[in-house]
């Protein structure tokens, strides 16, 4: 087998490559898509995908091939179009499936099982129009999460496990996914860390299941807090040293403090972005931050509203009003107080 380092969706494989006529032919077809060329031994079976969510098989998928049914009657071409009328099919992924395209590698293939386009097959003869099962090239897939061996199953979570994946699609090629791997002569064929789920999510075949649930509780655990606290401080005086402040305080009980003023966007003490940052847009750099543990956030008066509804919970807020100018950095002018804020607070619109 002869496919590119670095390519996805099948695209530019060659399997069961018998002479060195269709290996330099591979390798054309590799190189156009990647800069590198792998070659591997080739494993007759059936193409399976595991699916492992958090060292745990979630699903298992049988990926078949393009391919079209004859009927006595049809040419392959007629055929396959008849396949793309099909409501379930469309332009790569916009679809349940994607439609199958006739191209030079299905006219290599056709040409190989001793067909043409203008074939006729006979009533119920399958003709494969692609070499590799990948949806986005117009296969189809039958669940087989319940037949999985239990020995296949536990490789498969090992597996996972080794590479540190917390979502991962193993590739395993098999005659029967029921019976051991070494029983049969399968193998993992490739593991792949961005792994599509429709084909689980809207099997062709077999039972749908629901693989979004249990990625999502992995993310978000049941039970555990998804909310960071956050304080927003405005008023006309003394708001960047009150933010400040309170930014300091708060970081001798948080890990990781992020903060925004007239001069600056601030995590962990390092100046993220400079410039007058106290308006909404700044609030979302800070909050979008999956390592910031406490958001204070200045806010200039007219700007408070705005920040509101992106705020699901503001559970405090203060406003700072220090005569005589704002406080010092460096030593505390006297006459400043910091009152609670008053007629202002953060509220979540429903979507």
């Known amino acids: 087998m002869i496919k590119p380092l670095d390519g996805n969706h099948g695209r530019g494989i060659t399997l069961d490559i018998q002479s060195w ?88 293939l056709l040409a190989r099982q001793g067909y043409q386009r203008d074939s006729v097959l006979a009533a119920g003869e399958i003709c494969y129009l692609k070499a590799t099962a990948n949806l986005s090239t117009g296969g189809v897939a039958v669940d087989r999460t319940d037949e999985i061996h239990p020995e296949t199953l536990w490789i498969a979570e090992r597996a996972s496990r080794i590479i540190g994946l917390d979502v991962a699609g193993i590739d395993i ?38 693989v979004a649930a249990p990625i999502l509780d992995m993310l978000f655990p049941p039970g555990s807090p998804q909310r960071i606290p956050i304080v927003a401080i405005t008023g006309t005086n003394g708001k960047t ?7 300091h305080i708060l970081g001798q009980t948080y890990d990781t403090v992020g903060f925004t003023t007239t001069d600056g966007i601030y995590i962990d003490g390092n100046l ?19 390592t910031v543990d406490v958001a ?13 509804p992106r705020v699901p919970a ?11 100018g704002p406080l010092g950095l460096g030593r505390h002018r006297h006459g400043g107080t910091v009152g609670p804020a008053q007629g202002c607070r953060g509220r979540s619109d429903p979507p």
């Open 296 to 308: 204070v956030l200045e806010t200039a008066r007219g700007g408070t509203a705005a920040i509101g």
């Open 241 to 247: 040293t009150t933010t400040r402040l309170t930014a």
């Open 173 to 210: 090629v098999t005659t029967d996914i029921s019976q051991p791997l070494k029983a049969v002569n399968g193998v993992i064929v490739e593991v792949n860390a961005a792994p599509g789920l429709r084909m689980h999510v809207a099997p062709s075949q077999g039972v749908p299941r629901n």
């Open 21 to 108: 006529q269709e290996a330099e032919a591979a390798y054309g077809r590799a190189k156009d898509v990647s800069t590198g060329v792998i070659v591997e031994h080739y494993y007759q079976g059936r193409d399976h995908r595991v699916l492992v969510v958090n060292h745990k098989v979630i699903a298992v998928a049988e990926r078949i091939p393009a391919h079209v049914i004859g009927n006595g009657q049809d040419s392959i071409e007629a055929l396959v179009e008849a396949e793309n009328r099909d409501p379930r099919r469309g332009e790569g992924h916009d679809n349940l499936l994607t439609l199958i395209a006739l191209d030079r590698a299905a006219d290599e």
């Open 272 to 290: 993220i972005e400079k410039g007058d940052t106290t308006g909404p847009q700044s609030a979302q750099v800070i909050l979008q931050d999956p």
């Open 314 to 324: 503001l559970r405090c807020g203060r406003r700072a009003e220090c005569g005589g």
